[in-house]
C-alpha cells in the first residue's frame, strides 16, 4: 500500500535557527513528490515538484531534496511568516492521465520572533 | 497569478440535505478533482475527473457523492444526502497537465448539524 510519513508532527524554531522537515514514502512507482505550504483554514498552497533521486529545488528559504526513500525541506533562517503546516504528497502508479495524490498528515511549523 | 475559485466558503446544513460545492478551476488547466480534509486529519483524496468523466475514485466517493462539469467553468461537487461524518473542508484542485503542480481552492467548509 503507497504510504507518506511525515516528521516530526511539530517543530518549533527560533527565528532564524534552521532545520529540516522530512517526508519518507513507499509507493509502486513515483511520479513526483510535492510540498505545499498550508495556513490555517486555507487551502494547499504549491510549492515544489520534485521527480527523480538527487533533484533538489529552491524557493527563498526553501530547499527541497528527493532521495529514491524521502525527501526533505530545508528551511534556512526561518522568520515567523514561514510559520504553517508543512505537507508532503506523492503521486504515484504507471501510466494513466490522473493519478492522485497520497499526503501525509504534514509538520507543523511555529517560528518565534 | 490564476487560482482555483471555490463556492461559499461555508456551508451548514442539516442531516440528510443535500449539499452542491462549486468550484471554478484555472481556465487551461484539463484534470478536476476533489479532495476533502476532516479537521485534524490528513487531505484525502475523492475523486479525479478528465475529458468530462471519472477517472478514478476512492471508496469514500460512494453514490452519496456525483460530479458534474455543467459547462466549460463549473466543476461541482453534490452530497445527496448528507450525513454528520461529512463535515469537513472540501478542496478543489486542478492541473494543466500530467506531473504539473496541482493548484488547490480555498476550500468550502461544510458542517453537517
Known amino acids: 500500500e503507497d504510504q507518506v510519513t511525515q516528521s516530526p508532527e511539530a517543530l518549533r524554531l527560533q527565528e532564524g535557527e534552521s532545520s529540516s522537515l522530512n517526508c519518507s514514502y513507499t509507493v509502486s512507482g513515483l511520479r513526483g513528490l510535492f510540498w505545499y505550504r498550508q495556513d490555517p483554514g486555507k487551502g494547499p498552497e504549491f510549492l515544489f515538484t520534485?521527480?527523480?533521486a538527487g533533484e533538489e529545488k529552491e524557493k527563498e528559504r526553501l530547499k527541497a531534496t528527493l532521495t529514491k526513500k524521502e525527501s526533505f525541506l530545508h528551511i534556512t533562517a526561518p522568520k515567523p511568516e514561514d510559520s504553517a503546516t508543512y505537507l508532503c504528497?506523492?503521486?504515484?502508479?504507471?501510466?494513466?492521465?490522473?493519478?492522485?495524490?497520497?499526503f501525509g498528515t504534514g509538520t507543523l511549523l511555529a517560528v518565534q520572533p | 497569478e490564476p487560482e482555483v475559485t471555490q463556492t461559499p466558503s461555508h456551508q451548514v446544513t442539516q442531516m440528510g440535505q443535500e449539499v452542491i460545492l462549486r468550484c471554478v478551476p484555472i481556465?487551461?488547466?484539463?484534470?478536476f478533482y476533489w479532495y476533502r480534509q476532516i479537521l485534524g486529519q490528513k487531505v484525502e483524496f475523492l475523486v479525479s475527473f478528465y475529458n468530462n468523466e471519472i477517472s478514478e475514485k476512492s471508496e469514500i466517493f460512494d453514490d452519496q457523492f456525483s460530479v458534474e462539469r455543467p459547462d466549460g467553468s463549473n466543476f461541482t461537487l453534490k452530497i445527496r444526502s448528507t450525513k454528520l461524518e461529512d463535515s469537513a473542508m472540501y478542496f478543489c484542485?486542478?492541473?494543466?497537465?500530467?506531473?504539473?503542480?496541482?493548484?488547490f481552492g480555498s476550500g468550502t467548509r461544510l458542517t453537517v448539524v
Open positions: 504528497a506523492v503521486q504515484a502508479g504507471y501510466g494513466g492521465a490522473t493519478n492522485k495524490l497520497i
Open positions: 520534485l521527480y527523480s
Open positions: 481556465s487551461n488547466h484539463l484534470y
Open positions: 484542485a486542478s492541473r494543466s497537465r500530467e506531473n504539473y503542480g496541482y493548484t
